[in-house]
């Protein structure tokens, strides 16, 4: 039995949707706080009715690690049930990494008010050990009540919304997906600074030659979502993901999408990080636009699912996930587990399916940049539903 670790936190109405900040203000002003205090509380919580409860958790130092995932041993902040969901702080790393400098020169250069600027990236860049080699700040780890390995957690994205407006795109030397041409000149660094309108939801882009902005439309979502491996030697780096997730950065995994996990260790340990506004499939120079974000989560656990790898899934699509550090061995993984769902959920062939796949069913690119490379296969439901059971 795991017991909660000591936090501060009070108890808010579940509801459907929480997309600002404001709206959480008068649904708190209308059905009222409890607030319980220890001395050794560190974090927030919020928890929701008797049965299904809503907690929210803030990116404090004590709830946040930064540059590795959390391990078997890890201390959870929070235990939930099934069912339960979490409006979780997540905080970028893009701004508070070394090679950016002194993060208000850097984000105030950039053309960002320094009231704008999130506290939490001032105070963990200035109190957490940054631990691991990867860059990522990650909330958590959550703790899952009856998870055992070989169930499957269900990590449902409710809503997401935006921390502040300003998001970041960097290319780094010797990383990327053209690593030595870029960035030029042998530079160690380039990176721009987007500023974002939440309730528009673009960003600009501005070019560093003079040309007229360009508007890149905002699609958030995590890149970082996952359970806590079995083996510790996979929690050492923050930056490949595996059959725990992580960072797998499919950008089809935002509002509204499940991303299925099979559980690794007792409890599953849930956590998250690495927020983007919006990303290209291949991430090529290295970053989407990492921006701060608060994503809402239900947490769903499936006790009689049989999950060999991660899988997505969209109110229109089912994602086959492949992933490897050969790109060409993602793409068979991604394959394969294409057929797998083609025939668990619709009863076709696995050889029928691979030749339906050839003409109808589209693999994306995830991403290159991230050691373990990622391929996805979108699935689209409305071309199944003759053969729906």
Request: glycine share 10%; charged share 25%; net charge negative.
């Amino acid at each position: 039995m795991v017991v909660k670790s000591m936090k501060l936190f009070k108890r808010i109405k579940r509801q459907p949707s929480l997309r600002s900040s404001k709206r959480l203000l008068q649904l708190v002003s209308g059905v009222g706080v409890c607030l319980l205090v220890a001395t050794a509380w560190s974090g927030w919580f919020a928890p929701a009715t008797a049965q299904v409860e809503t907690y929210e958790v803030k990116s404090v130092p004590g709830n946040v690690i930064w540059g590795e995932l959390f391990k078997p041993d890890s201390e959870p902040i929070l235990t939930v049930k099934s069912g339960d969901r979490i409006r979780m702080e997540t905080v970028s790393h893009e701004g508070i990494l070394a090679d950016q400098g002194d993060t208000v020169e850097f984000l105030t250069g950039g053309g960002i008010k320094a009231d704008d600027i999130l506290p939490d990236q001032i105070t963990i860049k200035g109190t957490v050990p940054k631990s691991g080699p990867g860059p990522h700040v990650i909330t958590g780890p959550i703790y899952v009540e009856d998870a055992e390995p070989g169930d499957v957690l269900e990590i449902k994205t409710i809503d997401i919304e935006y921390r502040v407006p300003y998001g970041v795109i960097s290319n780094r030397h010797g990383r990327g997906s053209l690593p030595g041409e870029y960035p030029e000149n042998d530079a160690p660094i380039y990176t721009k600074i987007i500023p974002i309108d939440a309730e528009k939801e673009i960003g600009i882009f501005r070019p560093s030659n003079g040309l007229p902005d360009l508007e890149i439309p905002l699609k958030p979502f995590m890149g970082l979502m996952g359970v806590v491996p079995a083996d510790p030697e996979d929690s050492v780096n923050s930056v490949p993901p595996g059959l725990y997730g992580g960072n797998v950065d499919i950008k089809h995994l935002g509002r509204g999408s499940s991303l299925y996990l099979p559980v690794q260790v007792p409890g599953a340990l849930f956590y998250s990080g690495d927020p983007h506004c919006a990303q290209g499939n291949g991430e090529v120079a290295l970053t989407a636009i990492e921006c701060s974000l608060t994503p809402t989560f239900e947490l769903v656990l499936h006790k009689d699912m049989d999950l060999p790898a991660p899988m997505g899934e969209t109110e229109d699509a089912w994602i086959a996930v492949g992933l490897d550090v050969d790109l060409n061995e993602a793409m068979k993984k991604s394959v394969r587990e294409y057929l797998r769902i083609m025939n668990e959920k619709y009863g076709l062939t696995k050889a029928d399916a691979l030749l339906y796949g050839s003409a109808d069913i589209d693999f994306e690119v995830s991403q290159v940049v991230d050691i373990v490379k990622g391929i996805h296969g979108v699935i689209p439901k409305e071309r199944f539903t003759a053969l729906e059971k």
